[in-house]
C-alpha cells in the first residue's frame, strides 16, 4: 500500500471477509482503489495511467481493477466511483480538460464491462469528497470545497448529497465570482477556479513576485509573510469565501469543510478562509463553521466508499 494512503487496517495479501464495498477515486493522472469490510478490513491500491489515449486507460483501468478484485476474497458488494469529468444524465462524458479522449465515453457501458453485474454508482469527486467528509464529522449538513488543480465542491443537505447524482453535481469552481477575472479552462470569464485554483494562486503569486512560484515556494513564503505569497493566498481565501457566502444564503450549510491538495499544504489556509466569510456576513445571518479536512486528500476516496454502501439504500 502507497505510503500515507488510508487509516485502516490494510491487507496487503489476499484479505479474507465476505463482502466488501469498493470505492474507485479517478483521477487525472492516478486512480485510487479502496474496500472495505462491515468487519473493518481495508485494503488499498494506487495505480498511475501509463500514457494517454482513450483505449490504453481502459485497457488499464480493467488490468488494475481485475488484479486487486483477486486480493478481495468474498466478492464485491457494490462500488462507488468518483469522476472529475462533466458526466450528462445519460451516462457520456461531456468533458474532461485533463484527458479529454474520454469525452463521449459511455460510463455505464463501459463499468458494465469492467464491473458485470455488481452494482455501480458513480458521482462527482466534489460531492463525494463532501460525502466523505461528513461521514468522518458525523454531519448531515456540509458544504465541501476542496482546492486543488482546479476547485471543487459538494453539499450534503439533511443527510442527501444535493442535488443528487441523477440531477447534476455542485459545481462550485464554476460559480462565477469575477465577471473580469481571467478566463476559465470551460471557456468562461470569472468561475471560480479561474482565480482560486491551485495553479490561479501560484501564476498570481510569480506575477506579484516577479519571478517563478512553485508550491514550495509558496509553502515556505506564507510563513514568512513574504507579501507576495500573503496577497497571493489572501485573494484565492477572498474569492472562496465569496462563493461559499453565495452557497450559504441558498442554502444554509452550517459547516464548510476546506479540502483538497492544495490548500491542505498550506498553513492556516482554512483560517483564512473563515476570516473573510465573517467580513462577508450580514446582520441575522451568521457565517458557518469552517474547518479544515480532517480526511485531507483522501476525502473523495473516502466518499466513493460511501457511496458503494448507500447503494440499494434509497435516494442520496
Known amino acids: 500500500m502507497p505510503a500515507g494512503l488510508g487509516s485502516g487496517p490494510a491487507v496487503m495479501g489476499r484479505t479474507a471477509w465476505p463482502g466488501s464495498w469498493l470505492g474507485i477515486d479517478v483521477g487525472g493522472t492516478k486512480v485510487a482503489l479502496r474496500?472495505?469490510?462491515?468487519?473493518?478490513?481495508?485494503?488499498?491500491?494506487?495505480?498511475?495511467?501509463?500514457?494517454?489515449?482513450?483505449?490504453?486507460?481502459?485497457?488499464?483501468?480493467?488490468?488494475?481493477?481485475?488484479?486487486?478484485?483477486?486480493?478481495?476474497?468474498?466478492?464485491?458488494a457494490g462500488i462507488g466511483v468518483a469522476m472529475p469529468a462533466t458526466?450528462?444524465?445519460?451516462?457520456?462524458?461531456?468533458?474532461?480538460?485533463?484527458?479529454?479522449?474520454?469525452?463521449?465515453?459511455?460510463?455505464?457501458?463501459?463499468?458494465?464491462?469492467?464491473?458485470?453485474?455488481?452494482?455501480?454508482?458513480?458521482?462527482?469527486?466534489?460531492?463525494?469528497?463532501?460525502?466523505?467528509?461528513?461521514?468522518?464529522?458525523?454531519?448531515?449538513?456540509?458544504?465541501?470545497?476542496?482546492?486543488?488543480?482546479?476547485?471543487?465542491?459538494?453539499?450534503?443537505?439533511?443527510?442527501?448529497?444535493?442535488?443528487?447524482?441523477?440531477?447534476?453535481?455542485?459545481?462550485?469552481?464554476?460559480?462565477?465570482?469575477?465577471?473580469?477575472?481571467?478566463?476559465?479552462?470551460?471557456?468562461?470569464?470569472?468561475?471560480?477556479?479561474?482565480?482560486?485554483?491551485g495553479p490561479a494562486t501560484l501564476t498570481r503569486a510569480a506575477r506579484m513576485r516577479g519571478a517563478p512560484v512553485g508550491y514550495e515556494d509558496l509553502r515556505r513564503g506564507l510563513p514568512a509573510d513574504e507579501e507576495w505569497a500573503v496577497r497571493a493566498v489572501d485573494l484565492t481565501c477572498h474569492r472562496l469565501a465569496v462563493a461559499i457566502t453565495g452557497v450559504r444564503e441558498l442554502l444554509h450549510p452550517g459547516t464548510v469543510v476546506v479540502g483538497g491538495g492544495f490548500a491542505a499544504g498550506l498553513p492556516g489556509f482554512a483560517d483564512l478562509v473563515a476570516h473573510h466569510l465573517a467580513a462577508l456576513a450580514r446582520p441575522g445571518v451568521p457565517a458557518p463553521v469552517v474547518r479544515a479536512s480532517l480526511l485531507g486528500p483522501l476525502s473523495t476516496l473516502h466518499g466513493a466508499v460511501a457511496l458503494a454502501r448507500l447503494l440499494g439504500s434509497g435516494p442520496l
Open 35 to 76: 474496500a472495505e469490510s462491515d468487519g473493518g478490513e481495508v485494503s488499498e491500491h494506487v495505480f498511475r495511467w501509463r500514457g494517454r489515449g482513450l483505449e490504453s486507460d481502459l485497457a488499464q483501468l480493467a488490468a488494475e481493477l481485475a488484479g486487486f478484485r483477486r486480493r478481495v476474497s468474498g466478492g464485491i
Open 87 to 197: 458526466v450528462g444524465t445519460d451516462g457520456l462524458v461531456t468533458t474532461w480538460p485533463n484527458r479529454p479522449e474520454w469525452a463521449g465515453l459511455d460510463l455505464r457501458r463501459t463499468f458494465r464491462s469492467c464491473f458485470g453485474d455488481t452494482p455501480v454508482r458513480w458521482a462527482d469527486d466534489g460531492d463525494l469528497g463532501a460525502l466523505g467528509e461528513a461521514r468522518a464529522l458525523g454531519c448531515d449538513d456540509l458544504l465541501y470545497v476542496g482546492v486543488g488543480t482546479g476547485v471543487g465542491g459538494g453539499l450534503l443537505a439533511g443527510g442527501a448529497l444535493w442535488p443528487g447524482p441523477d440531477r447534476g453535481s455542485l459545481e462550485l469552481g464554476h460559480v462565477v465570482t469575477d465577471v473580469d477575472g481571467p478566463v476559465c479552462r470551460c471557456g468562461r470569464r470569472g468561475c471560480l477556479q479561474a482565480t482560486a485554483s
